[in-house]
């Protein structure tokens, strides 16, 4: 691990094109087109593949993707800022050199530190709402001057603040995930070598425990019946996944 001090950027190049990848796939999770690129699983492994490291995208995309996937930004609320949390903190770990792949490969050997950037994702996730909330207050506020439209006709008035709503969805993504990704590297990371070797062990069995919530939550939410098929093909491509991405 590379990771430095509070006032290491290490490599901006690679801090700025997850920055980039953090504010267009924030786009993509209600704001514009919802490829589901923006899952964690595909955030992840995209962030790994445009900084070398897919392995790592993929050991921590795939149980942030198990234990999210009953919270889903379609025809339902949802909670937290799991995009540029997954992008930032994939980033960092690809940045400091903080490969995941023995957790990927070998189980065990990685599963502290997995489990440590898992809790990053998670609680940058939680804060990331709040930026969320704030930007949503300030579209409604501009969308609802949309009413004019009805007394002057001006029909491209809707298209100038949809347009200015997603510039601001783009700029709080691009921001909220670099400063993630910065924090992750500069603090989160240097301090799991600090941490007593409880609480790293402790850290390996969320890395664990994480995707059978998840699975729980799914089960509940839809029925075991709705939910098996669906589940078993997200497993078959995950193992398609990982063998195209190891060879």
Same mark, same amino acid.
């Given at each position: 691990m590379t990771a430095g001090?509070?006032?290491?950027?290490?490599?901006?190049?690679?801090?700025?094109?997850?920055?980039? %990848?953090?504010?267009?796939?924030?786009?993509?999770?209600?704001?514009?087109? /919802?490829?589901w690129l923006s899952q964690p699983l595909p955030a992840a492994l995209l962030t790994g593949l445009l900084l070398g490291d897919p392995l790592t995208g993929l050991a921590l995309g795939l149980p942030l993707q198990i234990v999210l996937a009953a919270n889903i930004p379609v025809g339902q609320s949802f909670t937290g800022d799991a995009v540029t949390?997954?992008?930032?903190?994939?980033?960092?770990?690809?940045?400091?050199?903080?490969? /995941?792949?023995?957790?990927?490969?070998?189980?065990?050997?990685?599963?502290?530190?997995?489990?440590? %950037?898992? %809790?990053?994702?998670?609680? %940058?996730?939680i804060a990331g709402q709040y930026a969320v909330g704030a930007e949503r207050r300030g579209n409604t506020a501009w969308m609802l001057r949309g009413h004019r439209t009805l007394r002057d006709g001006d029909l491209g008035r809707i298209g100038r603040l949809h347009l200015r709503c997603m510039q601001v969805t783009f700029v709080r993504g691009a921001v909220t995930t670099v400063a993630a990704a910065y924090l992750v590297y500069a603090v989160w990371l240097p301090l799991f070598g600090h941490l007593p070797a409880r609480v790293q062990a402790a850290s390996g069995l969320l890395a664990l425990l994480l995707p059978g919530l998840g699975l729980g939550a799914v089960v509940e939410q839809y029925g075991l019946r709705r939910s098996a098929p669906w589940l078993a093909i997200g497993a078959a491509a995950v193992v398609a996944l990982g063998t195209v991405v190891r060879a």
């Open positions: 001090g509070f006032l290491d950027w290490g490599d901006p190049v690679g801090f700025a094109g997850a920055a980039v %990848l953090g504010g267009l796939l924030a786009l993509d999770d209600t704001a514009y087109a /919802q490829t949390s997954t992008v930032g903190v994939t980033a960092a770990a690809v940045l400091a050199e903080a490969s /995941q792949t023995p957790a990927l490969l070998h189980g065990s050997a990685g599963l502290p530190e997995l489990g440590w %950037l898992l %809790l990053a994702v998670s609680l %940058l996730s």
